[in-house]
């Protein structure tokens, strides 16, 4: 192993462990009981149609089996780590996206050599173009252990893990911009064919488009739709280079199988950004409320209700009983018109008595409120007294 392999090594360590620090066991807990459907969508997304889409792609254009080991490695990768910082950036749903990531990376131990069996094995290996089953699972290893030591950090230290996922990102962000310009610089990649660009150039994309649609049809919220889109369009092509740079000795065969990785890490600086602003600037805006958010709206409202309403019912009754106890026969009685009259709430109408008659009324007769009055109910807002 050379120096360059030690130092992808070292890159794939920090990376992952910052990945790891983004996410503590309670909030992967609490994500995954109340989105498991979304999980399960990305997830199927990811790892069904991606693949699936890529291995079409190589066997479609018919190109050389190292470029198609390269292809479907991009497509059988697990999600990119920038994929949360877009998913931010597009209102989405950031802590689901952190959980898919870290969830799809996880699950990349197990689920990418069973698609390389699958799709790169059964047809595009041969003596000069197979994939080191060893190299792969250290590979691999050094993914998942590092993801699952950030999350012990995070569940143990907020400090720490908060310099982790700061580095680690850092680290992703500075290998991806180094490969692309390493790629450009010691292969011949901007010789590929059309039919190369436009493969690579459509990965994100149709991802993005299927995970979207899959989303929408199964009925998420807008904002998990976005979020399913970019963690099935956005791939860990960081992860596919290393594994191709760890994988193959020949350096004719290497820079071969690198054309894809690397042609899609260009497009993928292209495609998130007008995808971001797509997301962001338009599809947001016609957002409607959550379901849970809506009903969260409704209880607090309720409740406002009900302790407004027990409020003015308590001030009611007290003013009545006050009037009533300060009544005596031949003096002017007052009476409170109640919430639902056509007069003010705080307008106090003088009563005539026996010795004061004014005029017509509607049927009041002068004398303390009791229970089976007009004027009690006239303090429920029931009726409102009018004096000529």
């Not at 209700?305 to 009611?316: E, G, L, M, P, R």
């Not at 409120?369 to 409102?384: Q, V």
Request: proline letters at 5%; glycine letters at 8%; a negative charge.
């Amino acid at each position: 192993m050379d120096y360059l392999q030690v130092v992808l090594a070292l890159m794939i360590v920090t990376f992952s462990l910052g990945l790891g620090a983004t996410l503590s066991m309670t909030a992967l807990a609490d994500v995954m009981r109340r989105a498991k459907k979304q999980v399960l969508v990305g997830f199927s997304s990811q790892y069904g149609f991606m693949p699936l889409m890529a291995y079409l792609m190589a066997r479609w254009s018919g190109m050389s089996a190292a470029k198609a080991v390269g292809l479907i490695l991009v497509g059988s990768a697990p999600g990119g780590t920038t994929s949360n910082l877009f998913v931010y950036m597009s209102a989405g749903d950031l802590a689901l996206s952190i959980v898919m990531t870290v969830c799809s990376t996880l699950a990349s131990f197990g689920t990418l050599p069973l698609l390389v069996l699958i799709y790169i094995e059964s047809t595009f290996a041969t003596e000069a173009v197979r994939i080191p089953w060893l190299i792969l699972g250290l590979s691999l290893l050094l993914v998942v252990i590092p993801v699952g030591c950030g999350i012990f950090l995070k569940t143990k230290s907020d400090k720490y893990a908060l310099y982790a996922e700061k580095i680690g990102s850092t680290v992703g962000g500075l290998f991806i911009l180094a490969a692309i310009i390493i790629g450009i610089a010691t292969t011949d990649v901007f010789k590929s064919s059309a039919t190369e660009w436009v493969i690579s150039g459509l990965m994100e994309p149709l991802g993005a488009a299927f995970g979207y649609g899959v989303a929408a049809l199964l009925g998420l919220h807008p904002r998990d739709c976005r979020t399913v889109s970019l963690e099935t369009g956005v791939q860990n092509s960081a992860l596919a280079i290393s594994i191709v740079a760890l994988s193959f000795d020949d350096p004719t065969v290497r820079d071969e199988v690198l054309t894809f990785p690397i042609l899609y890490s260009f497009w993928y600086c292209v495609h998130s950004i007008w995808l971001v602003a797509l997301f962001r600037f338009v599809l947001s805006k016609r957002d409607p409320p959550r379901s849970d958010e809506t009903a969260l709206i409704d209880d607090e409202v309720r409740k406002d209700d009900a302790s407004s309403s027990s409020s003015a019912s308590a001030q009611n009754t007290a003013r009545a009983a006050t009037e009533s106890s300060a009544y005596e026969p031949g003096d002017a009685t007052y009476e409170y018109l109640g919430s639902g009259s056509t007069t003010s709430d705080t307008e106090i109408l003088e009563r005539p008595t026996p010795d004061k008659p004014t005029g017509a009324h509607t049927g009041l007769t002068p004398g303390p409120p009791d229970s089976s009055s007009n004027a009690s109910r006239s303090l429920s807002g029931s009726y409102s007294s009018t004096w000529s």
